[in-house]
């Protein structure tokens, strides 16, 4: 059996309070609406987004509750699918948007894209788009925390896939030896790429859950039900304050399922790209496993859980998601007429 | 004020230097600091001097995480070989956050590693590996010759806020010469002229830059002036006065300890195909390791490796060139 397994947050909503719930919701939506804008865009704009976009749908209650733990000069450091985070750092979502299109008034001036947003001004680096790789970066930024002594911890997210990454060991065990304070959340989203997880995963095939992987290192592992943002933050809040009290790092498993497909679909130019339909349709041919779990959707069960339990009503779920909507509509609209940056501009930053 | 000192210890009095002057300076590697005897651990603790396990893909991301975080790290990985168990560190990480960010970002991380072990290491301890992080946009390399240029670049280096490859030849760390004492900066992207000359332009890199210089000596005997050009810094490539030197002795022969086609001369010889081809007296020679791997038993290793004589005849072969008539 799974050992500190935590299935569900009992009576955790009580704990919480209603406006951190409420900012919860808000935030899960603003994700999932920038998704859906993104993903839409490849129909309503096709050509805009170039390259490989990845999204983070099914990810939200993994996210925000993990970040609602978060101190405000803490570092964020996730890999390539990485536009849920900066949304609850609260970046505006004009620049993200426009980023992801190419425009130069995007985040990064269009020099990155969708898989490699950053915004350090609130403590959000940059990301990697080689698979476990920013593991490592994460865990650099770990020991400027420990070294610069101003109670920082590194909030580390990566996939499944990524834990079958050298980086990924390398990285634990030195974090471990060195007692760096940083919480690693492996966001165990079921698929690697096109690979469901129990297909390459030494755990999964042994029935254990990822976070057996932490026993390796000695550090304490948690595997929380990754579609309950209010459990997710009961077993981060414990790995944070770990890592802020100078004991070390700890894994947490949390696991969800993506909702939409690895990216969209790698095609050559001119052909029009999309997405494509989930692996467990296009590849495995398994649509009730994907009915099932979008029968759990994080963002759809917390808004449930909300009406239940009163901290919301009918009328403002429905506010905060109009909100969240014109606020992403705007960010289209905004990014759509941002120019493309100037050729030439292509050699500013090669060197610092 | 100058002292004599060894290459090796140059370099070591950069890092003090510079971890005395800036606390964000942090250093750490394998088989370092291992007792409380390390006089670096001594002078700065264990916050700022660390050992590190066997990992070099950690080692330098997390120098990079760090360095895009505040700190200025310097990572210990002993032999440049090493790095290639981590490339996509060093080549698709390092170089590309400032640029990928917008300029947000800087990366200022320093990977210090020995290079060129030609003393019976074989085939995996022995190599030049440079020519593969040359080209890459956003990663600088330097390759000091002297005690002076490694204690002045590896200070550069540090300061730098860019990724620096500091690759210094283990056949040197023994060779004694004149350090400046204090604050000595060599900056980044800048040839030295080791040794005038006018009848032909030597350009050497690290180890060979000796060679050159005892090639030019006695080549001298023989009435042939040789210029002895060293790089110091193989990415930016100071071009400019390359150029400038070949075109003021109409002939070059370019050494190089890599094999003919990893070679740093091989990138100089396109640079004075293009910018000096008018100037040029003879076709250019470029000397190099041969094409294998390095052997281990000596005079197997002796054979592949560029030497003073091989200098020496390419500089008496591009002298004996006819010129033909334009």
Redesign the interface.
Known sequence: MPRKTVKKSSAAVTKVDKTQLQQMYTQMVRIREFEEAVKRTFIEHPGVIRGHAHLGDGAEASIVGALSTRRAADFVMPSYRCHGYPIVLGTPLRKMMAEVFGRKDGLCQGFGGSMHLADPSRHFPGTSGIIGQSIAHATGAALTAQVKKKGQIVYCFFGDGASKQGAFFESLNMAAVWKLPIVYVLENNQYQAYTHFSLEDANAMAGDPLSKKADAFSIPGTTVDGTDPVAVLKVVVKAADRARSGKGPSLVETRFYRLSAHGNVITVPPLPTQFPEHEAIAVYGNKKEFQQWKAKDPVARFRARLLKDRVLTEASANRIESGARAEVDDAVQFALASPAPAPEEALKYVFA | MAREMMYGDAIAAAIIEEMQRDP?V?FYGQNMAMTERDPMLKRFGK??V?I??I?E???????????????R?IVELWMSEFMLVAF??VI??AP???????????V?VVLKAGYGFCAGWAGQHSNCIYHTMMGI??L?VVVPSTPADAKGLMAAAIR???PVVYLHPYMLTLDKGEVPEGEYLVPIGVADIKRSGSDVTVVAVGWMVTKALAAAEKLAGEGISVEVVDPRTLA?LDVKTIVESVKRTGRVVLVDQAPRHSSAAAVMAGEIAEHAFGSLRAPLRMVTALDAPIPYSEPLENFVVPNEEKIVQAVRSVMAHKAVAA
Not at chain 2, 60 to 69: D, P
């Open positions: 964000n942090v916050e700022r660390r590190a396990p990992s893909t950690a080692e330098i991301g997390i120098g990079i995480g760090a360095a895009m975080t505040g700190l790290p996509d560190q698709n990480e590309r956050f400032r640029y990928m960010s917008g300029g947000q970002v800087s200022p946009p956003g600088k730098d806020d860019n930016p």
